[in-house]
Structure formats: C-alpha cells, structure tokens
C-alpha cells in the first residue's frame, strides 16, 4: 500500500500480487511465525489482564497489565533493535521466541502475585524489539519492490486479524482457565522458533566489524536518521500522534465492559467485543481504501483521515453501552487503516539504505512508549473520572493534535526530493562515511525481474 512519488519506482509497473508474495517460501515462513506469535500473544494480553483486574479490582493495574508489554521498549528499545544489525536475522528471531517461550511458562506458574507477573512479563517483552527488528530488516532480503509493500500490507492486516483472534479467545479462555491461555502463548512461540529455524535461510550480519562504533553510538544514529530529515520526522509525529488515542478504548476494555455491560452482555464478552473492534475496523478499512483509491488518493487522504480517527471516539462522552462504544472503536480502527499503510510505504521510501534495523528501532519504540503512556494515563485518570469522559475528552485532545501535524505536513515537492535523495548511494549526510554500514548484498533468487527494476533500492520496513 505505497504511495506512488517518482515515475522511475516500481509501484508504475503495476502492483505486486499476493500470488507473488507467498510463492517466496521464506516469506511464508516468516508469515506463518509471526501469525503463530501475534496471536499468542493477545491471547496472553487479554488472559492478564483479565486476571489482573479481577484479583485487584482496580483499573490502574488492570491497563497497567496491559501496558507492561510496551515499558520495554521505553528503557531501552532502539539499542535492542540495534542489536539485531549486529547479528545475523534468523538466530535473532529464534533465540528471542525461544526466550519468551520460556518465561511465559513461569507466567503461568498458578498463584503468582500480580507484581510477578508483570515483572516476568516484562522480562518477556524485552525479546520483542531484537526480535521485530530483525523480521523488519529481512523482509527486503526475501522480497523486492512492489512485493515488500504488498507483503507489508499483509503483514499489517494479519496483525490487526490477530487481534481479534487472540482477544476472543483469550477473553474466553481468561473466564475458565488463565493459566492455559498463558501456557498457548508459550507453545505459540515455540512453533514459532522452529518454524523460522527450518523455512529462513541463514544469513551474515548487515552490520559487520569494519562498520561497528559503539552501541550507543550506533543507535543515536537511527534517532538522527528519522528525526533529522524533514518528511521522516514529519511521519513519525503523524503515526504516534495516532497511536496516542486509537489503543486507548483497548486499554480500558475490561474495566469498561464491567462498569457498562447491562443485561445484553456479559462483562467477558463485552470486553472481547470492545478490544477487538478496532482491528476489525483495521482490516475493513485497510482492504477498502487499498482497493478503492489509487496510490497517488492514497496519499491525499492521509491528512483527512488523521483528523477523522480522533474524531471518532469524541461521542463516548455520551456513555454509550459497549456495542456502540465498539462501533466507534471500529470506525477509529478503520481510518487508522487509510492512514498508516500509506505513512508505512512513504517512510521505507525516504529511508537510506542500512538502517533498517535501526529506524525501525526508533519508530517501533516510539509507537509502543505512547501507546504505553496513553492507557496508562487514562486508566489513572478513569479511577477519578467516568472512563467515557476520559475517553471522549482524551479524543477531543487527539482531533487538536492532529489538526497541528495535518498542517505542517511537508510539500509533495519535499516528499518528491527526500525519496529521490534515500535511493541514491551518497544520501546519507547525516551519518559520517566511515561508519555508514553497507547495504546488505541481496540474495540470488529473490530479485525482481521486471525491466528496469534492477538497481532500485528496497523497501525497508517500519
């Protein structure tokens, strides 16, 4: 889903298919891992929480369960996602599943204390920035062109079905027995680890000796590349603006359904009804606005689009019951859709070669902080204030704050000439010659081969 800025890209020869895409059998191995673990892991986050709540009561807790999985990426995100440059992809992948494997089985050891469980949590979540970092750098060794933004989306949508998937069944499973909801977790990354070891070709390190500094130094250098180029820094505040409002009603889900469920509901299923609406809405509106405009619509829908999230979730100040709050929450979810895909398929475009791990480091790390402070906020303020004011103020806030990045959203001259200046080889003046890491040598077997297509840089992925 790639917004189309220069006539020498590929995405004018025509879009990839999803035909093309899966018939890259490492991709199908990544996917297939990544589905097994996204959905293992909602279904741990929906079991905690719901665990969490019931044994304290309390909602700060309860999104605090929610929340911890995003507090690793605050105390050091980017240098772990740096890690990843150093080592080569598949034993990153492997030794992080294997250790989150591990600690979700003494997660679901009965009769923790809330305060274990989060602090084991916690140590959980540590592997997630090496081991996203590293899928996030080989995609544009398994696919080329068109085929990265068509695998992204897919990646995306898979993502957002993964929540739903994981949020039903944890939801439902959290009511009877949380401890086997953790225990499917550890099993999903299990036959994640095995996956990706037998269907990932090994491959060196992006980042060799020669090109090494020191890893502080390393990971200043992804924060000056995204923050010091205009149109990177200008997507990176559009994307955490709208993650600072969007995960709030699944935040605030179970403390939600229980104050507001009635008699129509259940508080379980009205919790699972809530949390995943807005990646239904994802999937929805992800699938529409990419069939339905064109790249170049795409783009020009992005501002709007932005201020309509936000826009959205104003009415919970109303208190509506949970069906119509799920409603909303979908409708959040479903312009969220038209706007990331495109941010994602512009940000690959503008970032230099050799980064990748790193830049995603820098966005993946600040996505997760946000959307971290942004329910924790709100459930401390929902133990003084009705959720649904706290909700609809809290969105109210978020429409001003995209008002402000819609309008100093750079020119499409600028977004021309930062796409055009990432693809050539002497681009990155930010970053001195001697430490600039080469561009990994793309494997044979894996180049597009369509006239004209060789020489173009891949796609890096956010």
Same mark, same amino acid.
């Given at each position: 889903?790639?917004?189309?800025?220069?006539?020498?890209?590929?995405?004018?020869?025509?879009?990839?298919?999803?035909?093309?895409?899966?018939?890259?059998?490492?991709?199908?191995?990544?996917?297939?891992?990544?589905?097994?673990?996204?959905?293992?892991?909602?279904?741990?986050?929906?079991?905690?929480?719901?665990?969490?709540?019931?044994?304290?009561?309390?909602?700060?807790?309860?999104?605090?369960?929610?929340?911890?999985?995003?507090?690793?990426?605050?105390?050091?995100?980017?240098?772990?996602?740096?890690?990843?440059?150093?080592?080569?992809?598949?034993?990153?992948?492997?030794?992080?599943?294997?250790?989150?494997?591990?600690?979700?089985?003494?997660?679901?050891?009965?009769?923790?204390?809330?305060?274990?469980?989060?602090?084991?949590?916690?140590?959980?979540?540590?592997?997630?920035?090496?081991?996203?970092?590293?899928?996030?750098?080989?995609?544009?060794?398994?696919?080329?062109?068109?085929?990265?933004?068509?695998?992204?989306?897919?990646?995306?949508?898979?993502?957002? /079905? @993964?929540?739903?998937? &994981?949020?039903? +069944? =944890?939801?439902?499973? *959290?009511?009877?027995?949380?401890? #086997? %909801?953790?225990?499917?977790?550890?099993?999903?990354?299990?036959?994640?680890?095995?996956?990706?070891?037998?269907?990932?070709?090994?491959?060196?390190?992006?980042?060799?000796?020669?090109?090494?500094?020191?890893?502080?130094?390393?990971?200043?250098?992804?924060?000056?590349?995204?923050?010091?180029?205009?149109?990177?820094?200008?997507?990176?505040?559009?994307?955490?603006?709208?993650?600072?409002?969007?995960?709030?009603?699944?935040?605030?889900?179970?403390?939600? /359904? @229980?104050?507001?469920? &009635?008699?129509? +509901? =259940?508080?379980?299923? *009205?919790?699972?009804?809530?949390? #995943? %609406?807005?990646?239904?809405?994802?999937?929805?509106?992800?699938?529409?606005?990419?069939?339905?405009?064109?790249?170049?619509?795409?783009?020009?829908?992005?501002?709007?689009?932005?201020?309509?999230?936000?826009?959205?979730?104003?009415?919970?100040?109303?208190?509506?019951?949970?069906?119509?709050?799920?409603?909303?929450?979908?409708?959040?979810?479903?312009?969220?859709?038209?706007?990331?895909?495109?941010?994602?398929?512009?940000?690959?475009?503008?970032?230099?070669?050799?980064?990748?791990?790193?830049?995603?480091?820098?966005?993946?790390?600040?996505?997760?902080?946000?959307?971290?402070?942004?329910?924790?906020?709100?459930?401390?303020?929902?133990?003084?204030?009705?959720?649904?004011?706290?909700?609809?103020?809290?969105?109210?806030?978020?429409?001003?704050?995209?008002?402000?990045?819609?309008?100093?959203?750079?020119?499409?001259?600028?977004?021309?000439?930062?796409?055009?200046?990432?693809?050539?080889?002497?681009?990155?003046?930010?970053?001195?010659?001697?430490?600039?890491?080469?561009?990994?040598?793309?494997?044979?077997?894996?180049?597009?081969?369509?006239?004209?297509?060789?020489?173009?840089?891949?796609?890096?992925?956010?």
């Amino acid at each position: 889903m790639e917004a189309t800025v220069s006539d020498e890209r590929p995405a004018r020869e025509g879009p990839a298919t999803f035909r093309e895409v899966f018939a890259q059998p490492e991709y199908r191995a990544v996917f297939t891992a990544s589905a097994l673990s996204w959905i293992g892991d909602y279904i741990a986050k929906a079991a905690v929480t719901v665990l969490v709540y019931r044994e304290t009561e309390s909602v700060a807790l309860s999104a605090a369960a929610f929340a911890v999985s995003y507090l690793p990426w605050l105390v050091g995100g980017p240098l772990l996602a740096t890690l990843a440059e150093r080592h080569r992809y598949r034993q990153v992948m492997v030794t992080c599943d294997l250790i989150r494997m591990a600690l979700m089985v003494l997660v679901a050891i009965p009769d923790n204390p809330p305060w274990l469980i989060l602090a084991l949590l916690f140590g959980t979540t540590l592997a997630n920035p090496p081991s996203q970092a590293a899928r996030s750098a080989l995609m544009p060794l398994i696919l080329t062109g068109d085929r990265v933004v068509v695998g992204l989306s897919i990646n995306a949508s898979t993502g957002q /079905a @993964a929540q739903v998937i &994981g949020y039903l +069944l =944890g939801a439902a499973i *959290a009511t009877v027995n949380p401890t #086997a %909801a953790l225990l499917i977790n550890a099993a999903t990354f299990g036959a994640s680890a095995l996956v990706v070891r037998l269907g990932v070709r090994d491959r060196p390190s992006a980042m060799t000796s020669a090109h090494r500094s020191h890893l502080l130094r390393e990971t200043a250098e992804g924060f000056q590349i995204v923050f010091g180029r205009p149109v990177l820094r200008s997507i990176a505040v559009l994307v955490f603006s709208a993650m600072l409002f969007s995960i709030v009603p699944e935040g605030l889900a179970a403390a939600w /359904a @229980a104050e507001g469920s &009635g008699g129509h +509901l =259940g508080t379980g299923l *009205a919790q699972a009804v809530i949390m #995943a %609406a807005n990646p239904v809405g994802f999937i929805l509106g992800g699938l529409l606005v990419g069939r339905a405009f064109s790249p170049d619509r795409r783009l020009a829908l992005m501002r709007p689009l932005a201020v309509l999230a936000p826009a959205v979730l104003v009415p919970a100040l109303l208190n509506p019951p949970p069906v119509v709050v799920a409603l909303l929450a979908a409708a959040c979810g479903f312009a969220v859709a038209g706007l990331l895909p495109v941010a994602n398929g512009l940000f690959v475009r503008a970032l230099p070669d050799g980064y990748r791990a790193r830049a995603f480091g820098v966005m993946a790390s600040g996505i997760q902080i946000i959307q971290g402070i942004a329910v924790l906020t709100t459930g401390l303020l929902a133990e003084r204030f009705a959720i649904s004011t706290v909700v609809g103020t809290w969105s109210a806030a978020g429409v001003l704050l995209m008002l402000a990045a819609a309008l100093t959203w750079p020119s499409r001259e600028t977004v021309d000439a930062a796409v055009e200046s990432a693809g050539r080889p002497t681009a990155d003046a930010t970053i001195p010659q001697s430490r600039r890491p080469c561009p990994p040598v793309q494997p044979a077997g894996t180049a597009d081969e369509r006239p004209g297509e060789r020489g173009r840089r891949s796609h890096a992925v956010t």
